[in-house]
Each structure stands twice: as C-alpha cells, then as structure tokens.
C-alpha cells in the first residue's frame, strides 16, 4: 500500500523533467481549487436531497401506493415507535460524535450521503408503523442538526484549503 502511493505520486513527474513547471504547478493548484469548491457544492446538493425527501415524508408520502396486508405479512409487524425513536436518538448522537471527531482530521469529503439513506430510513419505518405524522419534526429536526453540522464542517475545512492554495498561488506570482 505504501509503495502504491510513492509510486502515485512520482508517476506524474517525467524522468527527463525532475522538478514540475511553474505552470503545471499552477494548474494542480487550481485543480485542487476546483475540487474543493466541488465539495462545498456537493454538500449543498445533498441537503437539497434531504429538503426533498423530508418534504415526501411531510405529506406522508402519498405518491406511494398504500402497503397492502399482503406486503405487511411479509414485513412483518413495524417495531413499535418508541423503539423507532430510542434508535434514532442513538443514531443521532452517533452521526454528531463522529462528525465532531472528522472535524479535528480536516477530511474535506463529504459523508453526508450515508446520513441521508439512514434518515430516509428513519421516515420510512415511522411510515410503516403509522406514526410519520407524530414523529415527522423528529426526523427532520435530527437531519437538519447532523447535515448542518456535517456542512459546516465540509465547508469551514475546504473554505481553509482554499485560502492556503490561494495563497500559494499569489506567492507564485511574485
């Protein structure tokens, strides 16, 4: 594993070249630049997705068809809601705890994905046990308080990566 990324990172240097151009430099900068500003913009993105979904799960998703009796003897019965919420307070807990500890590692890439599968997850099964309407605030109040941590943290990382190599690139062009 260590060899791969020595052997990735010398990769892009010609043997004939040695030191990298002052304008490939710039153009890794400004692609690194680039990058960043694309995960400010995909965190954005995803709490838009989570807007969408909360906004299916507030008129209690009528665009689905009913589950029939059929599907709910397959299922099985839904967990009772209290057990529902037990786990979405550990859940919640759990994702700003982690999101805290990313926060001192200045990851730059978003996670905020994964949140929004367990959240829609966290409608579905108030859905499914007939108590969305009662629990809706509780899922979303959670969501947002986890997205907007999880997008301060992408944002206030990259907004630093981005002043660093802008930096760089000013003392370039000296």
């Not at 694309?38 to 068809?65: D, E, G, H, M």
């Not at 009796?69 to 057990?83: C, D, K, V, Y």
């Not at 982690?98 to 997850?121: D, E, F, K, P, Q």
Request: aromatic fraction near 16%.
């Amino acid at each position: 594993m260590f060899l791969r990324g020595k052997q990735k990172q010398n990769h892009h240097l010609d043997p004939d070249d040695g030191v990298p151009s002052s304008d490939q430099r710039r153009r890794k900068i400004q692609a690194r630049i680039f990058d960043l500003k694309k995960q400010i913009r995909y965190s954005k993105w995803w709490t838009a997705l989570f807007f969408l979904i909360s906004l299916a799960a507030a008129v209690n998703f009528r665009f689905l068809p009913p589950i029939t009796e059929n599907i709910r003897q397959f299922l099985g019965a839904s967990p009772s809601p209290s057990l529902i919420s037990i786990a979405l307070i550990v859940y919640a807990f759990s994702a700003l705890i982690l999101i805290l500890g990313r926060m001192n590692t200045a990851s730059v890439h978003y996670r905020g994905w994964s949140h929004i599968g367990y959240l829609s997850a966290f409608y579905l099964f108030f859905y499914y046990s007939n108590t969305l309407r009662d629990n809706f605030w509780t899922v979303f109040i959670a969501g947002l308080t986890i997205l907007s941590l999880e997008n301060y943290r992408v944002w206030s990382v990259c907004s630093e990566a981005i002043k660093n190599e802008e930096k760089m690139l000013t003392f370039m062009d000296r």
